[in-house]
Nanobody, 122 residues
Framework: QVQLVESGGGLVQAGGSLRLSCTVS????????MGWFRQAPGKEREFVGG????????YYTASVKGRFSISRDNAKNTVYLQMNSLKPEDTAVYYC???????????????WGQGTQVTVSS
């Protein structure tokens, strides 16, 4: 059973930074394409971005491009979401997810974490 556990959320002022981590159980982390999603109150879940199995390909949604950065450490079974220049509109529950791929954006994500709250105050 694949389990994903996010950490690193919290409250930050606008313009600040946070780094989210997502650790995945099991020996096959490098076989998964990893993604980050978010859901704000009253809104649909949004795909934030993702990273290919060995980090060679990245995708970011337009609203976070240039501010957010995704990376992964396959030796630690962990994927990261570095969030800089945070805005109040980035406030949401952030989820990491795993897919067997092969596409970062188009493939369905089979495994999900429980989510971590990020709140950006103005």
């Amino acid at each position: 059973q694949v389990q994903l556990v996010e950490s690193g959320g919290g409250l930050v002022q606008a313009g600040g930074s946070l780094r989210l981590s997502c650790t995945v159980s099991g020996p096959t982390f490098s076989s998964y394409v990893m993604g980050w999603f978010r859901q704000a109150p009253g809104k649909e879940r949004e795909f934030v971005g993702g990273i290919s199995r060995f980090g060679r390909s990245l995708y970011y949604t337009a609203s976070v491009k240039g501010r957010f950065s995704i990376s992964r450490d396959n030796a630690k079974n962990t994927v990261y979401l570095q969030m800089n220049s945070l805005k109040p509109e980035d406030t949401a529950v952030y989820y990491c997810a795993a897919t067997v791929g092969p596409e970062i954006r188009a493939s369905p994500y089979q495994h999900w974490g429980q989510g971590t709250q990020v709140t950006v105050s103005s």
